[in-house]
């Protein structure tokens, strides 16, 4: 039988200008709050960095920045929770974060509601299978570049382009050959996954650093592996949730 989750929304306003409102969900499990405590505490420290153990302050102290003036940690924070499958909680993040720069951003965080463990992909597969898996990743992600990189030789070679747009498209194509070289034979860049009904969803980190952003039209690379291809590589404590 599936485990029952019910999702409570935690929220606070930021004391000061511009009074951003924030939320965070607050995980509960009737028969098992030692199991929700474990999730709520591993996601407070990730997404906000606090110990809800020991938090005498505000939930959002550490990110909605201080009346100084200094840049918030996180200037925007949205979330969704889902549970594709019956022992699997997803909860996924999303929001601008800031440092040096602030950037959009998003990720998934799978929980094993069995034990409250968070799942990381490589947790999902055997050592052997992880090898496979990872050459399945890299061979179809190679190949969205390597097109990627085709079409934009092929609108180099025809004419009425400005100078301009000859060096955007120079610029773009001479990062994808050096992601493409730099990444070969690497154990793809994935940044985020999320177990979904009937197949694994990720996503391989995107070519560009901040500055090279402008170049990158082609992002991250966003692919779908179902249950059914992956199942033999898969550890049997991770097959089971799919089961």
Known sequence: MAQHVEIDTLRDVQPWAPHQAYSFPKVGIANRPSLAERINKDIALDLLEVDIDTLKGPLFEQVWGDAGGSLPRLSTLAWTVAQPLAYVLSIGFSGESCGA???????????????GERLQFDSLFTHVGFVAVNDLVEKRWSMVVEREIALLEDTLRKHGRSAEEREELTAS???YKTCLAERSGV?????????LRNELWLRVARCSAHVERDADTLGSVVM??????IARYMRPEALALIR
């Open 187 to 195: 154990r793809p860049y994935v940044e985020d996954f999320d177990m």
């Open 173 to 175: 194509l001479n990062l």
């Open 101 to 115: 720069y602030c950037e959009g951003f998003s990720i998934h965080c799978n929980y094993d509601l069995r034990t």
């Open 224 to 229: 779908a592996l179902p249950y059914a291809d």
